[in-house]
């Protein structure tokens, strides 16, 4: 009895592990090299405005806050880590306002970043 239960078990499981996986759907869709170059051009001119909007609010150069500016694939809260490295560069705290200034063209460069790359994948 016993091992007819572990036979089945061993069984059972074995036919689990042959059912096909379902393939992931991809989240980058391939683009013509021309969508591609205006996609990367579009993305330079916002992030140019986004660090001179930050320059701007924090009283600077734009190459300070380039500087600043951390690796945003790897960081998961770009803007906050921009505001930490700013401050140790400047030595100054930045106040609540400017912060808060920050915070909010971070948003206004994701959003506008995410329009792009949709009328970069969209139709012909």
Do not use: Y
Request: hydrophobic share 45%.
């Amino acid at each position: 009895m016993l091992r007819s239960t572990v036979l089945w078990l061993v069984f059972a499981l074995a036919g689990f592990s042959t059912f096909p996986v379902a393939a992931q759907p991809t989240s980058r869709v391939a683009m013509d090299p021309a969508r591609t170059a205006s996609l990367t051009a579009a993305s330079r001119r916002i992030e140019d405005r986004f660090v001179a909007d930050v320059a701007h609010i924090v009283g600077t150069t734009s190459e300070r806050v380039r500087r600043a500016m951390p690796d945003e694939r790897r960081i998961t809260s770009a803007a906050s880590r921009l505001i930490s490295a700013l401050e140790v560069d400047l030595g100054t705290t930045l106040t609540p306002e400017q912060q808060a200034e920050i915070l909010e063209a971070d948003q206004a460069r994701k959003l506008s970043l995410a329009k792009a790359r949709e009328a970069a994948v969209g139709t012909p």
